[in-house]
């Protein structure tokens, strides 16, 4: 991968990225997977390159990707050996870092001296790289950067002006600095809402979570699951019963990485060394397998017209819509808000392939599980509380939504997300997907908020070129400019850190800031490794994004990397993935509040097995646990308790009017065998209590259930007979979670 690649400029890549591969084999026979093309740089296409292959190749031209291009070792071997060097990131002893400027001098920051010679420098990572964790975020490179929301946009940019100070007509004035923050920037302090107004310091893990927990959804989804439930021979789900189908969530994604059916039953009775939190103890595999399938938030439209109405995302939108009303009712936030964005991993159907499928589908390279449902959302930087979410649909619904128009997308995502908060004076962050003049002065007039953001590529009416071509002298120099556009008073800063950044904001003062801290470490000869922190100046501008800008990434990191593996259970209904999405936020934000409010020390892992044992207890339908397989009779024997006969198929109504059919004509009898109502498995036996066998001529009254087996591992009828006890009990003891006593041995979660 190469960087600064323009036109005219002679590049080189494997003909296989830049054939078909039968081309290839046609020109070398033996050797196409290693040949390379060569040839010129004639003009960008859209995010690509147009390449020009010499004559001699008759290859003609391709369009390729930059990462796939190399330096041609004929032309440019400064810019090739630059590249190296970027590509290695690798410093040497005296070498100094360059901060490059077009048409201007280059500037060179020396590093601090080596306590001996022949040591390799680097960060204080553990990968073997020079660049810290911070510093990638404050570089943001191309591998990390936000394209913008709308490219329309981003076009109209394209062309500003022959004077780099007046931008499509908006004339900046470079000043000395800007010391004075604006008046009515808010200061609201971040706190909890309790329903029961009681002290944040008497609540527990769970009580944070059910703060955050939305409950508005809940009736119509009960409704609604419970009539699939019902299609399916199932009994309907109640809502103790769905906190436990969380909880059982929970603490099956601490353990992403054994097989459900393991979480659930554990390994053989006899296995030494099974650590399976054996779920079943409190609820059938085989009944969580049937709320997952059957589980229902929305109706069908009725007409196209209603489907247009309620968008592509019908199907989960009550989730969306109670999350934002939850929030709006339960936490005040922080006076700095950051907007990003959010993925939902779906690697299933799409509406395109299935009618079930997916509406739609994202795909973006730069995220590491970059194929799925997107998330655009709002969080509070002092808590890191999620606020709002928004779900990206198609283009034809993003063009029917409020505020939309063309060349205005960004913005208007903005204002719908930032609506709640108009005229709090809230400070709020964003991306490069965000940030434009556009964007800053259209908070500040119709909504009352300020903003700072980072601009890349919507560089309309910004003095982008003119700050990014600035002679910065020293490493951490800034620049500072104003302007008036719309009635509203912005300023620009640029900063020339290792790449120069360019700010637009509507607060904020060059006064100096806080510097930042590069972490860094060398490896001297004698074996030792030192480690040492570079300081870079900063303005109180720079300061002020890049401290809340990583807000919902670290909100994401929890959620997906760091302990919390719901989203990593597969399921084949993209309806499900975005409810375990939707579990992990509520978590995550459970997790953080209580966090920031309660206890500092927290552990993640530890909190989720408080919240996970709380839904336990509360979802238990009767007070005690459900019988596990280490404590069930041996031999496959049931309860004496239960009244459920197991019976030989060939004793069913059914079979025996068959048989006698087939004896009055001289035929062989038939096999008898259904499909098990618990794992769909073939079987000759079913329950005599629970079939009905009124009409002969039909199968469908028969509840056919497998015996119990060693040799198969099936515990079919033991599931039947704990989960036909379980309605038989929830029907005839109404009593709630309060007043029936916890189990007496802890769960092991």
């Not at 190469?2 to 494997?14: E, F, P, Q």
């Not at 400019?481 to 009635?487: E, I, K, Q, R, W």
């Not at 009017?657 to 001289?666: F, G, H, K, L, P």
């Not at 009409?695 to 591992?713: L, Q």
């Amino acid at each position: 991968m190469v960087s600064g690649v323009t036109v005219g400029k002679r590049v080189k890549a494997l003909a296989t990225k830049a054939k078909s591969e039968g081309w290839c084999k046609g020109k070398w026979p033996r050797t196409w997977k290693a040949e390379f093309l060569t040839g010129t740089v004639v003009e960008k296409v859209e995010r690509n390159w147009r390449v020009e292959w010499d004559p001699g190749f008759g290859a003609g031209s391709s369009v390729i990707f930059a990462r796939h291009l190399e330096w041609a070792v004929d032309d440019h071997t400064g810019d090739a050996a630059a590249s190296m060097s970027m590509s290695t990131s690798v410093s040497s002893a005296a070498a100094s870092r360059p901060i490059t400027d077009p048409g201007r001098q280059q500037i060179s920051m020396p590093d601090p001296p080596r306590a001996s010679t022949g040591s390799a420098a680097g960060s204080s990572d553990a990968t073997p790289t020079n660049t810290s964790d911070d510093e990638l975020d404050e570089d943001d490179g191309p591998n990390i950067d936000n394209p913008p929301f709308d490219d329309t946009e981003a076009a109209a940019a394209a062309d500003p002006g022959s004077d780099p100070l007046k931008p499509h007509g908006t004339k900046w004035t470079r000043v000395q600095g800007i010391p004075i923050q604006p008046q009515n920037m808010s200061s609201t302090r971040a706190k909890l809402i309790w329903p029961d107004h009681g002290q944040t310091s008497h609540k527990g893990p769970l009580e944070f979570f059910m703060l955050f927990f939305p409950t508005s959804f809940l009736e119509r989804t009960l409704e609604l699951t419970s009539v699939e439930l019902a299609g399916a021979g199932r009994r309907p789900i109640s809502e103790n019963e769905l906190y436990l189908y969380v909880g059982l969530m929970l603490v099956a994604s601490l353990f992403s990485s054994m097989p459900l059916e393991e979480v659930f039953r554990g390994v053989d009775d006899g296995y030494t060394f099974d650590v399976s939190p054996r779920l079943d103890q409190f609820m059938p595999f085989t009944r969580f397998k049937y709320i997952g399938k059957c589980m229902k938030f929305a109706t069908p439209s009725d007409s196209p017209a209603d489907r247009e109405r309620r968008g592509d995302f019908w199907a989960i939108q009550p989730l969306i819509d109670s999350f934002n009303a939850c929030r709006r009712a339960v936490f005040v936030p922080g006076p700095k808000l950051v907007v990003g964005e959010s993925f939902c991993p779906w690697c299933g159907r799409d509406e395109k392939h299935h009618v079930k499928g997916c509406p739609h589908v994202q795909k973006e390279k730069r995220k590491p599980m970059g194929v799925g449902m997107e998330l655009k959302n709002v969080a509070c930087v002092t808590v890191g509380v999620l606020l709002c979410l928004e779900i990206v649909a198609s283009t034809d619904e993003m063009h029917h939504r409020e505020h939309w128009k063309p060349q205005y997308a960004s913005t208007a995502l903005m204002l719908r997300l930032l609506a709640p908060f108009a005229g709090s004076g809230r400070v709020v962050l964003g991306g490069s997907a965000f940030a434009s003049v556009q964007t800053a002065t259209a908070l500040f007039k119709l909504l009352g908020l300020f903003f700072i953001g980072i601009v890349k590529s919507c560089t309309r009416w910004f003095p982008f070129k003119w700050t990014q071509e600035y002679n910065y002298r020293h490493r951490g120099d800034h620049v500072a400019l104003t302007a008036t556009h719309d009635g509203v008073d912005v300023r620009a800063v640029g900063w020339g850190d290792k790449k120069v950044k360019s700010f637009i904001a509507t607060c904020g003062t060059t006064l100096q800031g806080t510097p930042h801290e590069k972490r860094r470490w060398r490896n001297d000869n004698d074996g030792t490794t030192q480690y040492f922190t570079r300081e870079v100046p900063r303005p109180n501008i720079v300061e002020e994004y890049y401290d809340g800008a990583q807000t919902i990434d670290v909100h994401n990191h929890i959620r997906r990397g760091a302990g919390l593996g719901l989203e990593m259970r597969p399921t084949n209904r993209w309806e499900m993935r975005f409810f375990q999405t939707f579990v992990g936020m509520i978590e995550v934000d459970a997790y953080l509040a209580f966090k920031y409010f309660r206890d500092p020390n927290a552990v993640h892992r530890t909190f989720i097995k408080a919240v996970a044992w709380g839904l336990i207890q509360k979802g238990l339908a009767v007070g005690q646990r459900r019988q596990s397989r280490s404590t069930r009779p041996s031999g496959g024997q049931r309860s004496p308790a239960s009244n459920h006969t197991l019976k030989s198929l060939s004793n069913s109504r059914y079979y025996v009017r068959r048989s006698n059919a087939a004896v009055a004509q001289n035929k062989s009898a038939p096999i008898p065998a259904l499909l098990c109502r618990i794992c769909h498995n073939r079987t000759s036996y079913f329950c005599l209590q629970c079939s009905d066998q009124t009409d002969n001529t039909k199968s469908r009254g028969i509840h056919a259930v497998c015996a119990p087996s060693r040799r198969h591992g099936r515990t079919c009828f033991e599931d039947h007979i704990s989960d036909a006890n379980v309605v038989c009990a929830s029907s005839s003891d109404q009593a709630t979670v309060e007043e029936t006593p916890p189990p007496r041995a802890r769960a092991r979660v």
